[in-house]
């Protein structure tokens, strides 16, 4: 299983790639995780990405190119995996085509999560995460527990330094031009199956899996 997830950010690529991994036993690549663990660390990497990130840009593509193929020398990606936040840009889409061609690995589909700016605006801003883990809550629909700690490792529960209205609002901008492009780009081969990604998780997560059995996906 090789699918990649596209949408804008807080179209729910994290919440419901957290359970296609589990389904299909496939780690999911986070880039923006991996980003966000090298700036915890401080490592040069780290501090570099660190400025593009506050801001809400991207980093550059050569840097996540770099990142992605190291990630596909580990063991755990020979039976496959879920692409969260990325390719995000035309370039990084033809390095992954280069990438998985050098592997011997094909994209099985990519899954487009459709959700409109306001939502994404009202979501993102009241989205909270573990620190320590990546777990996902919302202060409105899936509180985190009162002690501020993650039920599943204890640590923080905070609010990422890029879910400020301001930050959220430049970050669509960047998705409109310079991710949404990849929809057709996909489309064109054949791989791409769009779901509406509004409504409660539960209603979601059974349009993904009924999407992607259509799609003979899985
Ligand atoms: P995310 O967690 O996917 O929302 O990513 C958070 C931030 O990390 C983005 O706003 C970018 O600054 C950076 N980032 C994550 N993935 C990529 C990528 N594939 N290309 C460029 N920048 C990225």
């Known amino acids: 299983m090789r699918l990649v997830l596209l949408g804008p ?10 359970w296609l991994s589990e389904q299909y036993g496939v780690p999911t690549i986070s880039t ?20 593009y990130m506050d801001e809400g840009k991207l980093v550059p593509d050569d840097v996540i190119l770099e990142m992605i193929e190291q990630r596909f020398r580990a063991d755990d990606c020979a039976r496959g995996f879920l692409l969260d936040g990325f390719p995000r840009t035309r370039a990084q889409a033809e390095g992954l ?3 998985l061609q050098r592997f011997g690995w094909k994209l099985d589909g990519v899954l487009k999560l459709d959700v409109d700016e306001e939502e994404i605006v009202r979501r993102l801003t009241s989205r909270r995460v573990c620190s320590r883990c990546g777990k996902i809550f919302n202060l409105v629909t899936d509180p985190p527990p009162a002690n501020g700690r993650c039920p599943n490792c204890n640590g923080e529960v905070i609010q ?3 879910d400020t209205e301001e930050t959220v609002r ?13 929809v057709d780009f996909y ?7 769009t ?10 997560r059974e349009r993904i899996a009924q999407a992607l059995r259509s799609a003979g996906i899985g």
């Open 187 to 193: 489309r064109d081969r054949g791989l791409l199956v």
């Open 170 to 182: 430049n970050r669509l901008r960047v998705y409109e031009e310079q991710t949404r492009p990849l």
């Open 160 to 162: 990422r330094s890029d």
């Open 97 to 99: 085509d280069v990438m």
């Open 9 to 18: 950010p807080g179209s729910g690529k994290g919440t419901h790639g957290a």
């Open 32 to 51: 923006g995780d991996i980003l966000r663990a090298e700036v915890a660390q401080g490592s040069q990497l780290g501090r570099k990405a660190k400025q």
């Open 195 to 204: 779901v509406n990604g509004q409504g409660s998780i539960e209603e979601v």
